[in-house]
């Protein structure tokens, strides 16, 4: 039965929405793929996925067909029980990475509080009260919450709450000899994005990563991956880790995991997942059987040699053209990223003007991110198609063709 809804506008969005987020003009109402379409059928190519989310684009058909057949039989029980898609993905995710035990819960934020949290309880049962510091990178995010914004380390995000989490420090990222300094007996774990995303979109060099790792060995620390934007497929492989062939303790991984339902994951050991008895942690749609029914169509169709290898084609397709780009109009110093995570690090005459480049690509009708003011950003769809990658990459040398004339 179809239903008649009432009429809303973005003009509706300032007189009922709390102003912490400031969306575009337009209200996209249909997507399909890597095509999107507002109120007025304007017709728009995405590359900015949903912050990373859409790893496969808008209404896979995948994706559509396990939540309507979950939806018809069963939504939410709670953790009083468990359900049959939760167990599913449970094993999928462990059999295919370093994890032996999963926590699922609704977002990025949830799933690194529940591994700062582990980390310390871990900590504090083997090795009493007094290691407890955690150590993070400048420029970090690792969520909103209170605890994983003191652990970010941008404190335009953290300041003016009131005191923040103690025993949390920052170093600059990709800085060993930084990190050695840090770290002590009393660090209960190094906390690091193999690919910083909000932060600029920059990846790990991977002595940087080899050398957390054997820091956080020496110091009998955890090493912590927030893999919530790399991760799932982004970076060619199913978690960057994979890429460095280093190994964490802890992952978190949200946004791609539920190709857009709210669906995120904390994968561990069983050697540290004990220390999450019954009641020590929990969360009340933490996987929720609609979530994933969801995630296990994700994983089944990203988890393949096919798209994981597209992925990594799919990046050079972006990588020569953007340096073409820049290089022909002087907007760009550098295209970094791994996979289909890609930034865009602007000139020094174009330096803060991130946003400027984010208007003029949308006036060509196309969907792009920033990371920061000086870092335009890019996370299509794993399985974006070529032609939308052309299309898209036009038009935003059109914008930025305008921007310079």
């Not at 009429?7 to 969306?23: E, L």
């Not at 800085?175 to 009393?186: H, P």
């Amino acid at each position: 039965m179809s239903v008649e809804h009432a009429a809303v506008q973005r003009a509706d969005f300032d007189q009922v929405m709390v102003p912490n987020y400031a969306p575009a003009g337009f209200i996209p109402v249909r997507g399909a793929g890597s095509r999107v379409w507002d109120q007025a059928g304007r017709e728009l190519v995405d590359f900015s996925g949903g912050i990373a989310v859409n790893v496969l684009g808008h209404c896979h058909p995948a994706l559509v067909g396990a939540l309507t057949e979950q939806a018809n039989n069963l939504w939410h029980v709670s953790n009083v029980f468990t359900n049959e898609p939760t167990l599913r993905l449970a094993k999928k995710l462990v059999d295919s990475t370093f994890a032996e035990r999963v926590f699922f819960c609704n977002s990025g934020a949830e799933a690194n509080e529940a591994a700062f949290k582990l980390a310390r309880r871990v900590a504090h049962d083997l090795h009493g009260p007094e290691k407890y510091e955690i150590i993070a990178a400048v420029n970090s995010f690792h969520g909103r919450t209170l605890f994983t914004v003191s652990v970010g380390g941008q404190p335009k995000y953290s300041d003016g709450f009131g005191p923040k989490i103690t025993g949390i420090s920052h170093v600059p990222y990709n800085d060993l000899e930084a990190l050695k300094a840090a770290v002590t007996d009393k660090t209960c774990a190094v906390v690091l994005e193999p690919i910083q995303g909000e932060g600029g979109v920059l990846p790990g060099q991977l002595e940087y990563l080899q050398g957390a790792r054997k820091l956080c060995d020496e110091h009998n620390a955890l090493l912590v991956f927030d893999e919530v934007q790399s991760g799932m497929g982004r970076s060619g492989h199913l978690f960057a880790y994979m890429h460095y062939g280093v190994t964490p303790d802890i992952l978190s991984s949200a946004k791609s995991i539920g190709g857009g339902f709210p669906l995120a994951a904390m994968l561990t050991t069983e050697k540290l997942a004990k220390h999450f008895a019954v009641g020590v942690h929990g969360t009340t749609y933490g996987g929720n059987p609609l979530a994933c029914a969801v995630g296990e169509a994700v994983i089944d169709v990203i988890n393949t040699p096919e798209v994981l290898a597209g992925v990594q084609r799919k990046h050079q397709q972006f990588k020569t053209r953007l340096e073409s780009i820049g290089q022909q109009y002087g907007v760009f110093t550098e295209v970094r990223g791994l996979g289909l995570l890609i930034g865009c690090v602007l000139s020094e005459a174009w330096k803060g003007k991130a946003k400027d480049i984010f208007n003029a690509a949308e006036a060509q009708d196309l969907m792009i991110l920033q990371a920061g003011p000086d870092v335009i950003r890019f996370a299509p769809s794993l399985v974006i198609e070529d032609a939308d990658i052309e299309e898209g990459l036009n038009r935003f040398e059109r914008a930025i063709a305008k921007l310079t004339s």
